[in-house]
């Protein structure tokens, strides 16, 4: 994996849960080193949804300072963030559960200095998701095709 990290290009961190799935990886202190000094662009992909007891009321801003603090800070390059609304009716069945939309918190990225690519990354079907597909071309139109034109 150290050396899969060494040769990236571009690295790519979530989404997922915040405490029990990304920073974990996280924390290998290898791991964060590779990153750190790597020339890949490294990227967070911002989850949608808070999680109960977790990450209520967490914006993304909240999720890399989370990260930062339990790792290092300055691991990442560029956020990735969600611009679509979720619906009414899921909206309404996420409450219940004590969840809710990340917010997007443009201000504290620029102050945390991250740069940002946005886009309708939603998918709902029962569930709130990441659209693969529409995640997949914005990640290669901001980063893989940048990269072959320079």
Known sequence: ????????????????????????????????????????????????????????????ADHVRAIYRHTRSGLFDYVVVNTKQVTPRLLRRY????????????????????RYVTGDLLQEQGLVRHDRTRLTRLLLNSFVKSRSRG
């Open 95 to 114: 409450h219940q559960q004590g969840a809710e939309p990340v917010e997007p918190s443009f201000e504290e990225l620029d102050q945390l200095r991250l």
């Open 1 to 60: 994996m150290l050396t899969a990290l060494r040769e990236a290009d571009l690295i790519l961190v979530g989404p997922g849960s915040l405490y029990t799935s990304v920073i974990p990886t996280l924390l290998v202190e290898e791991v964060t080193d590779v990153i750190a000094h790597s020339r890949a662009t490294c990227v967070y992909i911002a989850n949608l949804m808070t999680q109960p007891g977790e990450t209520q009321h967490y914006s993304v």
